[in-house]
């Protein structure tokens, strides 16, 4: 593929789009630029610049690449870079192979999400490395049977679930796998983040043989996501159920506890399993203080730093399950 470049955002809005395909492969050697800095300054949404002051940002930035109601795509060996918005974005399809990508944008470029998955299903994402201003790769409501394997993360926002239920919104997200990956210099690590007041579920993940370089936040649920100090507490939750971390080693930045699971009131998670999760300080003194509220789960082996305030057992009062129900 020879290399395309991006135009004036004022003349291109709309980015490469690919609608209703079906055994479609692309694939090549080239590089795809986006020139990005063009829309990570318009003044619209604030971003942190360098000197950790807020700054202008993306108004109506284009994602890169999309990818909707299609089914049977392979997209292989491509280098995506600087993209004013998400580099690539699959919505409504089935049956996704990514292999051997290369994405990239600068740390401090904003919403510049390297994957994002929503509404799609059996989707898998290989040997890929990305590093960007936002979520290495994002998993949207509506997606199921996701596999992610041997992907090297960062500098990014890790890897996200999320966020779901905004809106009050319906979000449903189940049977997802992430294993033999990298994530290194990165805000977060593996992170699920919901709105209150959403409905649904996060059920089935798995999360395996993962290595951390200097993260915050290495192992995230937070269910009290929110964009600004407007939000307010409710009482419906998307439920987290049945997620299991195994083989979570590394180090993390100690301005954050590496471990953080904050729960909705509410609608407790449930069945959180922990095995060989060894987490040290990249620099500094271990900080041994994880944090859990209304969190239920086992450590089938013991974790560093010490985990021990998940529950046992079952919550007492479980909300409505048709709440739960995912259509």
Not at 16 to 25: E, K, T, V
Request: hydrophobic residues 30%; charged residues 20%; negative net charge.
């Amino acid at each position: 593929m020879d290399r395309i470049h991006g135009r004036n955002p004022i003349a291109e809005i709309n980015g490469l789009c690919f609608i209703d395909f079906d055994q479609m492969s692309l694939n090549g050697t080239g590089t795809i630029e986006g020139n990005g800095d063009k829309w990570w300054d318009l003044p619209c949404k604030p971003h942190r610049s360098a000197d950790g002051k807020t700054t202008s940002g993306p108004c109506g930035s284009p994602a890169m690449m999309r990818f909707f109601m299609s089914s049977n795509l392979k997209v292989s060996g491509l280098k995506i870079q600087n993209s004013p918005q998400f580099h690539m974005i699959f919505n409504g399809c089935q049956g996704v192979q990514i292999d051997r990508l290369s994405i990239s944008s600068p740390k401090l470029s904003p919403n510049t999400d390297g994957i994002h998955v929503e509404n799609s299903k059996a989707v898998g994402i290989y040997n890929t490395m990305i590093s960007n201003g936002d979520d290495c790769i994002s998993i949207g409501p509506g997606t199921a049977n996701v596999d992610i394997d041997g992907v090297t993360c960062g500098p990014s926002h890790g890897i996200s679930i999320g966020s779901l239920g905004v809106h009050n919104s319906q979000a449903c997200v189940s049977n997802l796998t992430v294993k033999n990956t990298i994530i290194k210099e990165s805000d977060n690590g593996l992170r699920i983040k919901t709105w209150q007041g959403g409905m649904g579920s996060v059920t089935g993940l798995r999360f395996e043989n993962i290595q951390m370089e200097n993260v915050r936040n290495c192992i995230i649920i937070d269910q009290y996501y929110c964009l600004s100090k407007e939000c307010h507490n409710q009482t419906s939750a998307v439920h987290v159920n049945d997620v299991s971390y195994k083989n979570i080693k590394g180090t993390y930045d100690v301005r954050t506890p590496p471990i953080h699971f904050a729960c909705s009131d509410t609608v407790a998670c449930t069945n959180i399993t922990l095995s060989d999760v060894e987490l040290f300080p990249y620099e500094g003194e271990l900080v041994d203080d994880p944090f859990c509220w209304n969190a239920y789960g086992t450590q089938e082996t013991w974790t560093i730093p010490p985990i021990n305030c998940l529950r046992e057992g079952d919550p007492e009062t479980v909300a409505d399950p048709s709440a739960f129900e995912c259509s």
